[in-house]
């Protein structure tokens, strides 16, 4: 089956600065790749998605790219801000089969 | 529509009960998955459904565990006997299997076995 790979499984940075996270997946099959948000006691809540067929897709301080061939992708945040704090998670899906990567908690100081 | 919606909560359960959490998914949604979540291990996918049928249950750990989906609008993940090591959070999570479009989270069920 398939293997997300996800790094760093924690971040830290300053409010205003950028945050980036990456991914890695094993099955080339995979075609959707969406990241989650999993803030305290609630369940995980999709951000931002990109299809097999995109390479970039942006929703305004969230971007999201991939590299089909190295089969990577990454999120980026611009100018984080306190609230942007939370575990995010990447997904790789081949026929509705979801698997996640690890997470990553990102902490943005104030 | 008000969501995956779980229960309970939270479970406190001693060593050897049986334990069994249940998920109602949204209506319409046609796909249904059972994940687990520790600081180890992260989100687990345990099993899935597509229109009410296990298609993979490869992560299910052991026999212990079974899960059923009797219809559309109902599932359940039961654990028999249970152990301290599967103290969790699990979460139900369903989605329109066709369309590979996002998935809904229930607020998860907090497991915690003594």
């Known amino acids: 089956g398939e293997n997300v790979e996800q790094h760093p499984s924690t971040l830290s940075v300053q409010e205003g600065d950028s945050a980036v996270i990456k991914c890695t997946y094993s099955?080339?099959?995979?075609?959707?790749f969406p990241w989650y948000k999993q803030e305290l006691g609630k369940g995980p809540q999709l951000i931002i998605d990109?299809?097999?067929?995109?390479g970039e897709k942006k929703d305004q301080r969230i971007a999201v790219t991939l590299n089909k061939t190295a089969k990577h992708f990454s999120l980026h945040i611009t100018e984080t801000q306190p609230e942007d704090s939370a575990v995010y998670f990447c997904?790789?899906?081949?026929?509705?089969?979801?698997?996640f990567g690890a997470g990553t908690r990102l902490t943005v100081k104030p | 529509d008000a969501g995956v919606i779980q229960s309970p909560r939270h479970e406190v359960t001693e060593m050897g009960q049986e334990v069994t959490l249940r998920c109602k998914p949204i209506?319409?949604?046609?796909?249904l998955f059972w994940y687990r979540q520790t600081m180890m291990r992260g989100l687990e996918l345990l099993i899935y459904?597509?229109?009410?049928?296990?298609?993979?249950d490869s992560g299910m750990p052991e026999d212990r565990f079974s899960a059923k989906m009797p219809n559309a609008s109902f599932s359940t993940l039961k654990i028999q006997p249970s152990e301290p090591r599967d103290s969790a959070v699990y979460f139900c999570?369903?989605?329109?299997?066709?369309?590979?479009?996002?998935?809904?989270f229930g607020q998860g069920t907090r497991l915690t076995v003594v």
């Open positions: 999570a369903s989605t329109l299997s066709a369309l590979n479009t996002e998935a809904f």
């Open positions: 099955d080339s099959a995979s075609n959707y």
């Open positions: 990109i299809r097999s067929n995109v």
């Open positions: 997904a790789a899906i081949r026929r509705n089969d979801m698997r």
């Open positions: 209506s319409g949604h046609n796909s």
């Open positions: 459904f597509n229109n009410n049928v296990p298609i993979d």
